[in-house]
T-cell receptor, first 112, second 114 residues
Framework: KQEVTQIPAALSVPEGENLVLNCSFT??????LQWFRQDPGKGLTSLLL?????REQTSGRLNASLDKSSGRSTLYIAASQPGDSATYLC???????????FGKGTKLSVIP | DAGVTQSPTHLIKTRGQHVTLRCSPI?????VSWYQQVLGQGPQFIFQ???????GRGNFPDRFSARQFPNYSSELNVNALLLGDSALYLC?????????????FGQGTRLTVV
């Protein structure tokens, strides 16, 4: 059974700082990995999707990497802004599976 | 273009009652999935429908059921509600099976069981 862990559970940084969020998983037989953002009480916004054959994806100030052999993904946020404050979730789909398995998320607070 | 639409946005029900939640996917998307998110946890997979057929079911009791209609919209039904069913219910839409392509989520339905 795939297990997804996100550490830390919460993170507080000053505005302008670069930061890294971590996601680890137990089964490397994944199809793809997605990073989502969730604002309080709201739905999920898809940020980046990395196919299992890829190593990284970039969108604006966001960069996500994937290392299947070590069971890890990281989400790098450059020059953080107060508007980046939210919970960030990673989710994986396994080979042959239609479901996404989520971590519990990292709650990010960017202090002005 | 409209995103994934869920209704209602909030709902309060009494234990033992039945509830129906609705989801309209992005136009052209044929796959709909349902997730339950309890406060402080990541979403848990309930069901996935693709081309109107159930393609996956999570570890939820038979009180939970769903269906997808010819226009690809979907309903999630929960019978005999328990206090523990209180959660944010999320619907995800994707062009193909969600494991293969990016999934787009609605704003969710907040269900409170009292």
């Amino acid at each position: 059974k795939q297990e997804v862990t996100q550490i830390p559970a919460a993170l507080s940084v000053p505005e302008g700082e670069n930061l890294v969020l971590n996601c680890s998983f137990t089964d490397s037989a994944i199809y793809n990995l997605q990073w989502f953002r969730q604002d309080p009480g709201k739905g999920l916004t898809s940020l980046l999707l990395i196919q299992s054959s890829q190593r990284e994806q970039t969108s604006g100030r966001l960069n996500a990497s994937l290392d299947k052999s070590s069971g890890r993904s990281t989400l790098y946020i450059a020059a953080s802004q107060p508007g980046d404050s939210a919970t960030y979730l990673c989710a994986l789909s396994g080979a042959g599976s239609y479901q996404l398995t989520f971590g519990k998320g990292t709650k990010l607070s960017v202090i002005p | 273009d409209a995103g994934v639409t869920q209704s209602p946005t909030h709902l309060i029900k009494t234990r033992g009652q039945h509830v129906t939640l609705r989801c309209s996917p992005i136009s052209g998307h044929k796959s709909v999935s349902w997730y339950q998110q309890v406060l402080g946890q990541g979403p848990q997979f309930i069901f996935q429908y693709y081309e109107k057929e159930e393609r996956g079911r999570g570890n939820f009791p038979d009180r939970f059921s769903a269906r997808q209609f010819p226009n690809y919209s979907s309903e999630l039904n929960v019978n005999a509600l328990l206090l523990g069913d209180s959660a944010l219910y999320l619907c995800a839409s994707s062009l193909l099976a969600p494991g293969a392509v990016k999934a787009f989520f609605g704003q969710g339905t907040r269900l409170t069981v009292v």
